[in-house]
């Protein structure tokens, strides 16, 4: 049997379109699958509550009301779901905030495919481990 990788669901959230859609491109071609992208925090909360993704590539700076880190707060109130932070630039202040919500990752744009993929896989390797049957709490 085995767990096959298209079942896992990423969540996009990237306030520009163009960026957002490269990423999709690029995860659908490794074989992930991209229920949703949200160029808000507003919006990436909701869409998580849609389609429950597997993982959160989240960028930091978003438009609007709520930067990423704010929206990982309110995601993670409700749900435990593994984020990776994507940046333009390493800024220490946002750096530091977004430390607190514990992500898995933290990927400075532009970024190699490679570093994405391998960023993911990890996440979602160390979220098992660290899941140790909670999982099963959960249940939905």
Do not use: C, W
Not at 35 to 55: Q, Y
Request: aromatic share 6%; glycine share 6%.
């Amino acid at each position: 049997m085995g767990e096959h990788m298209e079942e896992t669901k990423i969540l996009v959230v990237e306030d520009e379109n163009i960026i957002a859609l490269n990423i999709k491109k690029k995860l659908k071609s490794l074989g992930y699958a991209v229920p949703a992208i949200a160029s808000t925090g507003e919006e990436a909360i909701k869409m998580t509550e849609i389609t429950f993704p597997d993982l959160i590539l989240m960028d930091v700076m978003l438009k609007g009301e709520m930067d990423g880190v704010q929206a990982v707060e309110e995601i993670h109130k409700k749900y435990d779901i593994p984020v990776i932070y994507l940046t333009a630039f390493s800024d220490d202040e946002v750096l530091e905030r977004a430390k607190v919500t514990k992500p898995y990752g933290y990927i400075v744009k532009p970024f190699k495919i490679n570093d994405l993929h391998s960023n993911i896989e990890i996440a979602l390797y160390r979220h098992k481990m660290d899941d140790g049957g909670r999982k099963e709490l959960t249940g939905s």
